[in-house]
């Protein structure tokens, strides 16, 4: 059996998406519908050979600890510079330790913190849609679903370079910069959400892989993608409420921005679920997401400069 055409994995993952918002919306419990949930399944649906697609269980087991540990977090310490990195911190340990290819599960971490979300029913209720994920991963697998040999496979090894976990440390201190900066700027904006959670997994792909992530080499392209999937979100909750029909028309649209773009970011995918699981969403959030861009952008520039330096200077030396 092959891959399923684009349309129909696009499709799918929007009634997907829908399934989830109407399990958030019928028990009360917004974050249910987490919105990384909308960048694992696109991934895992259209790439069935992919890095994410082949690590089932760490697509239940890592949003899940990261979850917990962020939701303590938030029980004992406010938000700021000191909790932001312990929380990011403990992610991008968890992941590294266990090998893990999921790096949304930092934005599982760290959006308890963020939106002030306390309730210990928020870590298992990540299971729902993971769960599903999982499931259709496994299924698909033995159900022996190939990847369609098209001129995109290059890309395909890229995207899986991409997703798996970061060979080496070198890259943490720009990393680390990058997260201070973009702290001290939302609390100077008063906006918080300048580190939006997405971001985090977005810098952290990039400066982990910054010889081959798609997006590094096309800021500008990234922070249109992120800017208007966050302004599509906060359209689709303002006009059709925080549903099922809502939040599979963010989706869909998210998809073709990044699809017009030709810019395979599936964090993008989450920024434009965001607003569904935040109290107020406004249009004060795809400014704040571009301002958080710029900031991440400008850091990993300089450390993708820095680092071709230190290799530059290395082979001289042999």
Known sequence: MRAPPQWVVEASTALYIGLIALVAQASG?????????????HDILKRPR?????????????????????????????????????????????ITVLRSPIAPAISAGLLPLTLGIRSFWYPPSLLIG??????????????????????????????????????????????????ILAIVAGDLTG??????PPLVVI????????AVCPWAARPIALGVACGLTASVGVLCVSLLGTGPVGAMCSILAA????RALDLHVPPALAVGLLPFV?????????????????????????WRRFARTAHARARSRK
């Open 130 to 179: 993971t769960g599903v994920l999982a499931c259709i991963a496994v299924l698909r697998n033995r159900m022996g679903v190939q990847a369609a040999a098209t001129i995109a496979s290059d890309r395909d090894r890229v995207d899986d370079e991409v997703e798996e976990a970061p060979a080496t440390l070198s890259w943490v201190p720009f990393f680390v910069l990058f997260l």
């Open 255 to 258: 998809i073709a921005i990044v």
């Open 278 to 302: 935040m109290a107020h969403p406004n249009f004060q959030f795809p400014a704040a997401v571009l301002l958080g861009i710029t900031i991440e952008t400008a850091v990993f520039l300089g």
């Open 191 to 196: 906006w918080r959400l300048v580190l939006f």
């Open 29 to 41: 419990y917004f974050y249910i519908l987490f919105p990384e949930l909308g960048a694992l399944g």
């Open 203 to 210: 810098g952290f792909e990039a400066f982990a892989h910054s």
């Open 50 to 94: 992919g890095t994410w697609a082949r690590a089932p269980l760490m697509v239940v087991l890592t949003p899940l600890a990261t979850a917990g540990v962020g939701t303590l977090i938030t029980h004992h310490l406010p938000y700021g510079l000191t909790s932001v990195l312990l929380d990011v911190g403990f992610s991008v340990v968890a």
